[in-house]
Nanobody, 114 residues
Framework: VQLQASGGGLVQAGGSLRLSCAASGSLFNIYSMGWYRQAPGMQRDLVAVFTRNDSTNYADSVKGRFTISRDNAKNTMYLQMNSLIPEDTAVYYC?????????WGKGTLVTVSS
């Protein structure tokens, strides 16, 4: 499994960004696939995720502002981020779990200026 995240950048508070994650390889029996973020000096935390039954879960801090979606035909997952705040600044990673293994792509940096 290979994951490639893109779409990060510098944005002012209140702005929007859309992240993309292109997936390739063995994309079956996926347990979950989602977005995670890691701020400097902090642990990597869940942002939004598709679970095995196609339901979605969001971190409380992003509910109502971020939306996870995917295009199965393109094997691509997205994260629409609106009303960004400086606390959203982090490296964002896409992650995919199957058969007890989690695969990570290289992160994409999101910087929100105040």
């Amino acid at each position: 499994v290979q994951l490639q995240a893109s779409g990060g950048g510098l944005v002012q508070a209140g702005g929007s960004l859309r992240l993309s994650c292109a997936a390739s390889g063995s994309l079956f029996n996926i347990y979950s696939m989602g977005w995670y973020r890691q701020a400097p000096g902090m642990q990597r935390d869940l942002v939004a995720v598709f679970t095995r039954n196609d339901s979605t879960n969001y971190a409380d801090s992003v509910k109502g502002r971020f939306t996870i979606s995917r295009d199965n035909a393109k094997n691509t997952m997205y994260l629409q981020m609106n009303s960004l705040i400086p606390e959203d600044t982090a490296v964002y990673y896409c992650g995919l779990s199957r058969y007890g293994t989690t695969y990570w792509g290289k992160g994409t940096l999101v910087t929100v200026s105040s």
